[in-house]
């Protein structure tokens, strides 16, 4: 349903912010991940507290119609507790790095999360019913002497309030040696991948003993590591294929009917240097901090340090789009490097249409890209346009000297605000975008 | 390519006589010095929530850790590297680069670099920015070992640069003009001790790059020197930084807090420093093979280079300990800085 017209046409407005209001920022609510569910109903988000919370959309009003539904607060449970590696006396976070949700099968609702070394899948059920009328027990649990009960009666469902319960149906542990950085969930809906920093897993939703390695690149000997896998996903519609990309800016495609261990890939996607411009910090910014393929299949996402690329699957030699996010970084590339912000790694993703991708950026900026009209917009995550259906004013960064009015230079940037979790609803025009403890959604401006 | 590009500065053994005795001795767990003292900083990751002391412990059942020695020394010093974004004593160098990416095109550039690096005077204004740029990166992985769970993509990508930057100043020719004063430092320590940079931190996660100078040289990991060569790797390019600021005064007031660390790793077993360092993939959390590592079965692999290279003799600890007393003096510059 999305509109092909695309991030440009559309009039993106404010709808919520959820999250602390003061600047001093709690670390354990620094947000580390943002996912919808396949059908958008439902928006998980996981912080540095290994906490996820999930916000449901409430159903449209019919009478205002002029909104979409708001997302409330529909549960909230710990996923992953920190823990204390005593053979490698290192503690693991327990931040969670990725939520994946599995489509609905019944009533319940199933998602993976995963800190550095465990996934676990979470059950999300509700309850607005309840059994009443025991005969040995009280409505409070107590239990009857026997003796006093006189009559009988048939206990039977009556309504209560919602309740919302998450349980663990399964923890996936002891299976990475590196931190995992990406879980994907497989088209057959039986099986998922887990990649850390060397090695790629291949996992049974039902069995948690035991995991298939079907990726290894750690060098026999370690002084030769150069590379390491940054980010891996699942193809959306072949069960057999899979991507995952490297910190030197190459994303392989591997087929798991060609080889037990996937090694070897099939196809090697790698654009080469653009000579101009290189630098020591060539190798960095080409690093891949996220790889997604578009929802038919036909095409992939990568992000980079300063550009987001889409690939064609058929042609491995060069992207087919690129679409620079902060190019007035590049010169700045020493200082970022400096404090660090050169190894931020920003996310992205596709609308429902495939037609706009969006990303990230710092003081709080996201950018959109229109493939169709070739337009892109920024747009800014901040409190100040508070009010809801207040249209968001693009933003504009000056790279050179002459400031015009309403732009930012470069150097007021604030590099503290960046944005590195975005998510976009499967079918409508409605995006979350994770600030470092907020969640905004917008929405585009329904007439 | 390397052998040429030995230069005779060799202040890594005469400032640490006993550097490849350090690591006969199998002193597996020095790194974890700096790991304890992250425990006390206003780390970005710090967690009021976590009960758990970042203290780590060791793997030999008989060795007791001193769990909450004070280290105010060290703490503040390595606050300014560990605070990275937010850094005021960086500025400077900060304010030199800002607008100016490194690029290897990049010549003539006119601006002053201050301060720290003034000692280079007759070295170009690239040279000069490239070697900040070599230091800044190899502070930054220096502090890879104080993380507890140093991130393997940003120390493989920092190490990358680093061998970039050597291989270029290789070729320029001046790696050797560049190399400390002090002479008659043996080619093997310096190959030894910048291949070590990031030993620690992935030896730990069973992962470990060297960043370029291990080309050719089959020499194995000197897994317990990481800190200590760690500290001194960044010396050799800047050891005139360090000469400026008078380092020898300062030694003492290190030397005692580490005291309290170092006097634990006396009870250390040497021979499970290997299994320390060895890769636990799987059983990962097989006890019994631990231990049994732990007891006599050796394993070749992380160490048996360095039996290459010297003849393994027991150190005392005694000389670990005046040779610690240096490091000390130099993580207080390097952190300083």
Redesign the interface.
């Known amino acids: 349903m999305a509109e092909s017209g695309g991030g440009n046409d559309i009039q993106w407005c404010f709808s919520q912010v959820k999250g602390a209001v003061d600047d001093d920022v709690a670390?354990?609510d620094i947000i580390s991940t943002v996912e919808f569910n396949h059908s958008g109903e439902l928006l998980a988000t996981g912080d540095k507290?290994g906490r996820v919370v999930i916000f449901q959309q409430e159903q449209e009003n019919k009478i205002q119609s002029h909104s979409r539904g708001e997302y409330n607060v529909y549960s909230t449970f710990q996923s992953h507790e920190?823990e204390?590696d005593?053979?490698?006396?290192?503690?693991?976070?327990e931040k969670i790095n990725k939520i994946r949700w599995l489509p609905q099968k019944n009533a319940a609702q199933f998602l993976l999360s995963t800190n550095?070394k465990t996934i676990k899948l979470w059950k999300i059920s509700e309850r607005d019913k309840r059994p009443e009328g025991y005969n040995l027990k009280e409505e409070d649990g107590r239990y009857r002497d026997p003796t006093t009960v006189t009559t009988l009666r048939v206990p039977v469902f009556r309504p209560m309030d919602l309740m919302v319960e998450a349980s663990p149906r399964r923890i996936f542990a002891?299976a990475h040696?590196?931190?995992i950085n990406s879980i994907s969930i497989n088209s057959d809906y039986e099986t998922y991948l887990s990649a850390d920093?060397?090695r790629i897993n291949l996992w049974h939703l039902e069995i948690t003993d035991r995991s298939f390695n079907i990726v290894d690149i750690?060098p026999a000997n370690?002084?030769?590591?150069?590379?390491?896998i940054?980010a891996a996903e699942f193809h959306p519609n072949s069960c057999n294929t899979f991507v995952y990309s490297s910190?030197k800016g190459t994303i392989r495609l591997c087929d798991m009917r060609a080889s037990a261990l996937c090694d070897r890939h099939s196809k090697l996607f790698e654009e080469p240097e653009d000579p101009s411009n290189?630098?020591?910090?060539s190798?960095?910014i080409s690093?891949i901090s996220d790889v997604k393929f578009s929802h038919s299949g036909r095409y992939m996402m990568t992000r980079d340090y300063l550009s987001v690329k889409i690939w064609d699957l058929n042609m491995e030699n060069r992207p087919v789009e690129t679409y620079q996010v902060h190019e007035y970084l590049?010169?700045?590339?020493?200082?970022l490097?400096?404090?660090?912000?050169i190894?931020d790694k920003f996310e992205c993703c596709w609308n429902g249409s495939d037609s706009v991708v969006m990303t990230g950026s710092y003081n709080n900026f996201f950018r959109m890209f229109d493939r169709n009209t070739k337009r892109d917009i920024t747009l800014e995550a901040s409190r100040e346009n508070n009010k809801p259906r207040t249209v968001l004013k693009p933003r504009k960064v000056c790279a050179s000297g002459k400031r015009k009015k309403d732009e930012i230079s470069v150097?007021s940037l604030d590099?503290?605000k960046k944005i590195l979790h975005t998510a976009w609803h499967p079918k409508e025009n409605i995006i979350a975008v994770a600030t470092t403890n907020n969640l905004y959604i917008f929405q585009d401006k329904v007439n | 390519m390397w052998e040429e590009a030995q230069t005779p500065g060799g202040s890594a053994s005469a400032v640490f006589p006993g550097l490849l005795r350090r690591s006969e001795v199998g002193l597996g767990r020095v790194p974890?010095t700096f790991?304890e003292v992250r425990g006390k900083l206003p780390c970005a990751?710090?967690?009021?929530?976590?009960p758990?002391n970042?203290i780590?412990?060791?793997?030999a059942p008989t060795a007791c850790w001193n769990r909450g020695s004070p280290l105010p020394r060290l703490s503040c010093g390595l606050r300014v590297g560990l605070t990275?974004?937010?850094?005021p004593d960086?500025r400077s160098?900060?304010d030199t680069?800002?607008?100016?990416?490194?690029?290897?095109?990049c010549v003539g550039h006119e601006e002053d670099v201050e301060g720290a690096l003034a000692g280079l005077k007759t070295v170009s204004s690239y040279s000069l920015?490239?070697q900040s740029?070599l230091d800044?990166s190899l502070v930054?992985l220096q502090l890879c070992h104080m993380l507890?769970?140093p991130?393997?993509?940003?120390s493989?990508?920092i190490?990358?640069?680093v061998r970039?930057?050597q291989e270029e100043m290789t070729q320029d020719g001046t790696w050797r003009a560049v190399a400390p004063q002090a002479a008659g430092r043996a080619p093997l320590d310096r190959l030894v001790s910048t291949?070590i940079l990031c030993r620690a931190a992935?030896?730990?996660?069973?992962?470990?790059?060297?960043p370029g100078l291990?080309d050719g040289h089959t020499q194995g990991?000197v897994s317990d020197l990481c800190p200590v060569t760690s500290a001194q790797a960044p010396r050799h390019p800047q050891s005139s930084v360090w000469e400026m600021d008078g380092p020898r005064e300062n030694r003492g007031s290190f030397h005692k807090s580490l005291d309290q660390i170092f006097e634990t790793l006396e009870t250390k077993n040497p021979s499970c420093m290997e299994e320390l360092f060895s890769?636990?993939?799987?059983p990962?959390?097989d006890?019994d093979t631990?231990l049994t590592g732990m007891m006599g079965g050796a394993r070749p692999g992380p160490c048996e280079g360095l039996e290459g290279l010297a003849p393994a003799t027991p150190g005392p600890s005694a000389s670990c300990k005046s040779d610690l007393g240096e490091l000390d003096h130099v993580v207080e510059i390097l952190v300083e800085t």
Not at chain 2, 45 to 50: D, E, L, Q, Y
Not at chain 2, 56 to 59: A, E, I, M, R, S
Request: proline share 2%.
């Open positions: 670390e354990a507290g920190p204390f005593y053979l490698k006396s290192l503690e693991i976070e550095d002891n040696t590196y931190h920093d060397l750690k370690m002084e030769e590591l150069t590379e390491v940054t910190s290189r630098s020591f910090f190798e960095i690093s590049r010169s700045k590339l020493c200082s490097y400096e404090n660090d912000c190894f150097d590099f503290n | 974890e790991a990751f710090s967690n009021a929530s976590r758990v970042r780590v412990v060791t793997k990275r974004r937010q850094d960086n160098l900060k680069m800002f607008a100016r990416g490194l690029k290897r095109k920015q490239r740029l800044m930054k507890v769970e991130n393997l993509c940003r493989v990508l190490a990358n640069t970039q930057i291949e992935w030896e730990q996660e069973g992962a470990c790059p060297a291990g990991p890769d636990v993939d799987s990962y959390y006890l631990v």
